[in-house]
């Protein structure tokens, strides 16, 4: 039987702002929990508004360990005002610009999962770059262009214990399907043509590889 989220981490992640399906959200929460094993921090980028933050601060808790999430909160190029993914209700109208924090903390307060969560605020490759811990699951749902995109796995990949889980979201291979961009696609790629990761699991846009060597 694959893990499965408790009902009312399941309805607090149904409730939340966010850009993860429920399919692909079991998959995630499947995958924490199998890293969370590890014993070792689960890492996020791309916090938003902390939707797919419920399903790995869920899986942190029941492993007994930290689920930590890294976002500027300034949002993504397709989230800026008059593009296609925008909220007017993330904008903060003292600074003019997107503020994704204040909604993120309800989120999580609302979920009663604070304690098993640390927020990072800043840019993902500034973050990495201080980074010293191993993590159990790096999980890339930041910035969709092949900068940020590359930034996230160039940055985080090498902090993953052998073992442990590169998940991926909106891998899309055919052009034809993509919403933002095939970025993360070639990220994948990248990840399996350097020979360091095995797919375990393919649940729509979401990718699970396991780092089942060093070298990255
Ligand atoms: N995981 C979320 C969706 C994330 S949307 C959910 O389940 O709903 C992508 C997020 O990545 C945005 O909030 C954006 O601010 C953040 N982001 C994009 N590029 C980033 C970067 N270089 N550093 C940190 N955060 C970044
Ligand atoms: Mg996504």
Same mark, same amino acid.
């Given at each position: 039987?694959?893990?499965?989220?408790? #009902?009312?981490?399941?309805?607090?992640?149904?409730?939340?702002?966010?850009?993860?399906?429920? !399919?692909?959200?079991?998959?995630?929460?499947?995958?924490?929990?199998?890293?969370?094993?590890?014993?070792? #921090?689960?890492?996020?980028?791309?916090?938003?508004?902390?939707?797919?933050? &419920?399903?790995?601060? +869920?899986?942190?808790?029941?492993? +007994?360990?930290?689920? *930590?999430?890294? @976002?500027?909160?300034?949002?993504?190029?397709?989230?800026? #005002?008059? /593009?296609?993914?925008?909220?007017?209700?993330?904008?903060?109208?003292?600074? =003019?610009?997107? @503020?994704?924090?204040?909604?993120?903390?309800?989120?999580?307060?609302?979920? +009663?999962?604070? @304690?098993? *969560?640390? %927020?990072?605020?800043?840019?993902?490759?500034? &973050?990495? %770059?201080? /980074?010293?811990?191993? *993590? =159990?699951?790096?999980?890339? $749902? =930041?910035?969709?262009?092949?900068?940020?995109?590359? !930034?996230?796995?160039?940055? /985080?990949?090498?902090?993953?214990?052998? =073992?442990?889980?590169?998940?991926?979201? $909106? *891998?899309?291979? $055919?052009?034809?399907?993509?919403?933002?961009?095939?970025?993360?696609?070639?990220?994948?790629?990248?990840?399996?043509?350097? !020979? %360091?990761?095995?797919? &375990?699991?393919?649940? $729509?846009?979401?990718?699970?590889?396991?780092?089942?060597?060093?070298?990255?």
């Amino acid at each position: 039987m694959p893990a499965a989220p408790k #009902p009312e981490i399941l309805a607090a992640f149904e409730a939340a702002k966010g850009f993860m399906p429920v !399919g692909e959200g079991l998959a995630l929460y499947e995958a924490a929990v199998e890293a969370g094993r590890l014993g070792l #921090p689960l890492l996020e980028v791309g916090t938003y508004c902390g939707r797919s933050t &419920i399903l790995l601060a +869920g899986a942190a808790r029941e492993a +007994g360990v930290t689920a *930590v999430t890294v @976002d500027h909160h300034r949002g993504s190029e397709e989230q800026q #005002p008059g /593009w296609e993914y925008h909220d007017p209700e993330t904008v903060d109208p003292e600074v =003019g610009r997107m @503020d994704t924090l204040p909604a993120f903390r309800r989120t999580l307060h609302r979920a +009663g999962l604070e @304690d098993h *969560v640390v %927020a990072v605020v800043g840019r993902s490759p500034q &973050i990495a %770059a201080l /980074w010293r811990t191993p *993590v =159990g699951l790096v999980f890339i $749902d =930041g910035g969709h262009t092949d900068e940020h995109a590359n !930034g996230d796995y160039e940055g /985080w990949a090498p902090h993953l214990a052998e =073992g442990g889980l590169l998940v991926i979201h $909106d *891998v899309f291979p $055919d052009p034809a399907d993509e919403f933002t961009g095939q970025a993360p696609y070639r990220v994948y790629l990248r990840a399996l043509e350097s !020979g %360091a990761f095995t797919e &375990i699991t393919v649940a $729509d846009s979401l990718r699970v590889l396991r780092r089942t060597r060093a070298g990255i």
